[in-house]
């Protein structure tokens, strides 16, 4: 009995802290923003010193460095080997993330800055092909066809390039273990 009223007194206040797992939190205070990544959540980012991206399932989040997991197929002929692969990064060896997510507006611009490019190439491409085939006396070049392909071209390559899917860590950005929050803890009490 007396065992019991310890583990009562005890350990159920700190059922909640035990219980919850950290989240990974790619946070811009300064603008309020917020990405949150939770085990089972798919990572990518940049280490430093490296050129390449990696790809990993988040296992765990300590309070300075994160686990990720990642499946290697190995395949020698018909053979084929699956190899588990964990790997703990600090925080201060991150410096890009990519987010999984991103806005309604930020897809816009991928898909309209996509098509914009394509159109634009089209229309400069027909215009050669034209140019090309057609003989020089018949030839008759639409100047200002040509400068609005060249506009949808270029409004093409600036949207693409606007439109990021990345966060790089350091003045702006930064990476950070947080505990979840209660709706409370979140939004304040609710009306009384």
């Not at 790619?26 to 603008?31: K, L, S």
């Amino acid at each position: 009995m007396f065992r019991f009223l310890l583990v009562c007194v005890f350990a159920f206040p700190l059922g909640k802290e035990l219980s919850a797992q950290k989240l990974l939190a790619v946070e811009n205070p300064y603008a309020l923003k917020r990405e949150l990544y939770r085990p089972g959540d798919i990572l990518k980012f940049k280490s430093k010193g490296n050129k390449r991206w990696f790809e990993g399932m988040i296992e765990t989040v300590y309070d300075s460095s994160v686990v990720v997991v990642k499946q290697l197929v190995y395949t020698d002929g018909e053979n084929q080997r699956k190899d588990l692969v964990k790997n703990q990064i600090p925080f201060r060896e991150i410096t890009h993330v990519k987010y999984n997510g991103g806005s309604k507006f930020n897809s816009f611009k991928k898909v309209f800055g996509v098509s914009s490019l394509l159109a634009g190439a089209y229309l400069v491409g027909v215009t050669l092909v034209n140019v090309i085939t057609t003989p020089e006396d018949e030839r008759n070049v639409d100047e200002v066809g040509l400068y609005i392909a060249g506009g949808f071209a270029g409004a093409g390559v600036i949207l693409l390039a606007t439109a990021k899917n990345k966060h790089k860590l350091g003045k702006k950005w930064r990476i950070r273990a947080m505990l979840p929050m209660t709706p409370e803890e979140e939004f304040g009490p609710g009306p009384k």
